[in-house]
């Protein structure tokens, strides 16, 4: 619901607000005083098109906001959650018009796409007037609300599921069969490919492995030859190890005689004897290392080279030649098992296109029926709105060729309005003042299904007066128990019927330098005055103001 309008620097409005309540409201005043003014801020609250010519004279920018109170389960809850907006009890939508004719966008103050403005707007608020294209005189939008009408959302939202799964069945019956069909293509060089990197069979990390494999080879083999000559030293037949031994023998035997002389040097001899047999040790473990077998070498060469050539071959790192060989081994699979598999899936996909199709005539012939009640219901509106030589229908063409998410009915409202003539479009064949009538007579049945919780209704009793007024009047405030309603009108039996009734006028300020629009909720004294002068015009009677409070009564009662 619409709690406040406020509007700063928008054309003749310099600082307006208006609270707003559940019901319906009537917005009145005199020819110019700026109505359209209001309407047209209020719907660039809502995304219309900005245009710098709404800022004000002398103003840098414009700007409007609209704070709404939303239910628990509102759909525009859902939009907010998606836009990633916190969403309290009040939900504010401001736009700021810049001279220069830029816009800015925000929702409880955070900045939004003029886009994402729009699409909350479209769910918080409908505008019909004689000339209103956008609401109900959409074709895009007769199915979904005869869906709503009908009680057949749910059925419609299983039926869109159930379009997503034949969808799904039917791109996988055309991917795979893709699939298959390219691999029978290449099938010849899929089997050489495929048999070429079995019999190399290479592994995960085998090229890493084997270069510092090799790697280690070639260095040992560099410095084997030291190892060899310094092994010769320690251990050879040259070595010192005997000639140093024996003289530790003798020096051992005199030892007794000259202890004091011989036993630090002998001590020194038997450390070098360890530490060379310790030397000789490490050599021959160092020798033993390097050691390999020539053919090992070439060996370890020959794969990485074959590895490589592969990694080439098949323009793909050493590493993922493994991958890669799985990969055609899958595809080979395809042509000789892929056959059973694409006729699993095209049955999935057929039975996935039976429970659509039943699905979607069952929602079809639901439509009908409820086309049937829908069609009832508003003709037997229209007789009060003076439109009883006219007749309201529901056409729906169905067409399995066309399915969608949406089912197979193409719906749309149709009017005839006289007999005799051909029925056709609403938008089409209707004229203003019929058209805003049957959109009235439609948005009565339709107002606790399919509507946004805000309307407004722009002048749609323009050129009517008395009982069609009056019939209008009941049906607004019939539309109010239900929905908010507002009204811009000139007809007083309208705006008698409001349960809260502004007064638009346009103020001279500055001693008359510059015109300002005001609005101000009238209670019951002067309610009674504007009622009076709708009737009667420049001068107020007595008879008018007798007449407005008889009008003001009998809608009361």
Known sequence: MLARL???DIVLIDRLDIDFAKGLSALTGETGAGKSILLDAFALALGARGDAT???QGAEQGQVTA??????KHPARALLAEADIAADEALILRRVQFADGRTRAFVNDQPVSVQALQALGAALVEIHGQHDARALVDAATHRRLLDAYGGLEDDASALSKLWAERRDAEGAVETHRAEIERAAREADWLRHASEELRKLAPEAGEETQLADRRASMMQAEKIAGDLREAHEAVAGPGAPVASLSAAVRRLERRGTQAPALVEPAVKSIDAALTALDEAR???????RAADHNPHELERIEERLFALRAAGRKYNSPVDNLNALAVRYAADLSLIDAGAERLK?????????????????????AARKKAADRLDKAVNGELKPLKLERAKFSTQIESDAAGAGPGGIDRVEFWVQTNPGTRPGPLMKVASGGELARFLLALKVVLADRGSAPTLIFDEID???GGAVADAIGVRLARLGGRVQVVTVTHAPQVAARATRHYLITKDAMDKGKRMATRVNELA????REEIARMLAGAEITEEARAAAEKLIRAAAG
């Open 281 to 287: 040790g490490h050599l021959e473990a160092a020798l």
């Open 6 to 8: 406020s509007i700063r």
């Open 54 to 56: 709404l800022v004000r």
């Open 462 to 464: 323009t050129g009517v």
């Open 67 to 72: 704070m709404f109170e939303l239910p628990p």
């Open 524 to 527: 019951a004294p002067r309610r």
């Open 344 to 364: 699993a899936l095209e049955q999935a996909a057929r039975d996935a296109g039976k429970r659509y199709d039943a699905a979607a005539q069952k929602l079809s």
